[in-house]
């Protein structure tokens, strides 16, 4: 086989190989929704706590915009669900996973940089999640969603990163 030959058969292979990746994160409407909502109530929860806990007045107005932010978005995920009649997990199922999901975050003095951290790390990752369901869906409500959300958590981001260079 000559080299473009070559060459072109592992190009395709690498792009075929990238696609089936790709479609192996991608999850269903139904699927994203109770992830998502998960992840949601997981955030609004350690947020309360912290809005409970802390002393600080910036942890104090960040967990106020993060409970705002998170639960407006959990009910327009649960419109969307209602809209494209999915079936849900029912709200246990929800709250339970959202429970595995929350932080453990310290106690005392080190709770404001743990909590922090956590907002990090728990943001990032939901929008990398955010950012994979507006690329691979094909569900126009939840695209819609998704690139509706991503700048609230990006500012989130923001806020976090800030918290956390401050403790």
């Known amino acids: 086989m000559n080299p473009m030959a070559t060459r072109l058969r592992n190009c395709g292979l690498a792009a075929l190989l990238g696609l089936c990746a790709n479609s192996a994160f991608a999850q269903t409407p139904t699927e994203f929704i109770n992830d998502a909502s998960a992840k949601g109530i997981a955030d609004i929860e350690a947020s309360r706590l912290a809005h409970q806990k802390s002393e600080s007045k910036e942890v104090k107005d ?17 419109k969307i669900a209602k809209q494209l009649d999915l079936p849900v997990a029912p709200r246990e199922e929800v709250m339970e996973k959202a429970k595995a999901l929350m932080p453990q975050v310290m106690e005392g003095e080190t709770f404001d940089q743990a909590y922090a951290a956590s907002q990090v790390k728990t943001t990032q990752e939901a929008i990398e999640q955010l950012e994979q369901t507006a690329q691979t869906t094909d569900v126009p409500q939840i695209k819609a969603f998704a690139e509706e959300t991503l700048p609230k958590l990006q500012n989130h981001l923001q806020m ?4 956390q260079a401050s403790r």
Request: net charge positive; no cysteine.
């Open 62 to 78: 960040y967990t106020i915009v993060v409970i705002n932010d998170r639960t407006t978005a959990n009910q327009h995920l649960a």
């Open 160 to 163: 976090a990163r800030a918290l």
